[in-house]
Nanobody, 121 residues
């Protein structure tokens, strides 16, 4: 079964850091791009970052550039999202998804349960 499982969310103060994990099972990350997305209450889901199948190309939403870093550990078949200098507006449910390429808008498979990130005093 092809599956992505997110973890690592939590409650953090503004300015703090979290590292999210997206563990893949049933397929290898060598052949797919992985995107991180987030959805805040009352808002549409938005793309946050993406890493190519090779891991050689990454992109970020303007709102997180310079603060978030996406990476992949092929040995662990896991993609990470390091989030630094967190702001209140980063509060959302974060989910990862499989794509054929970062430039594609098509999500392959179903969404995982996501992981909640709450930035608050």
């Amino acid at each position: 079964q092809l599956q992505l499982v997110e973890s690592g969310g939590g409650l953090v103060q503004p300015g703090g850091s979290l590292r999210l994990s997206c563990a893949a099972s049933g397929f290898t990350l060598d052949y797919y791009a992985i995107g991180w997305f987030r959805q805040a209450p009352g808002k549409e889901r938005e793309g946050v970052s993406c890493i190519s199948a090779s891991g050689g190309s990454t992109n970020y939403a303007d709102s997180v550039k310079g603060r978030f870093t996406i990476s992949v550990d092929n040995a662990k078949n896991t993609v990470y999202l390091q989030m630094n200098s967190l702001k209140h507006e980063d509060t959302a449910v974060y989910s990862c998804a499989r794509k054929m390429a970062c430039g594609s808008s098509v999500i392959l498979g179903s969404w995982g349960q996501g992981t909640q990130v709450t930035v608050s005093m």
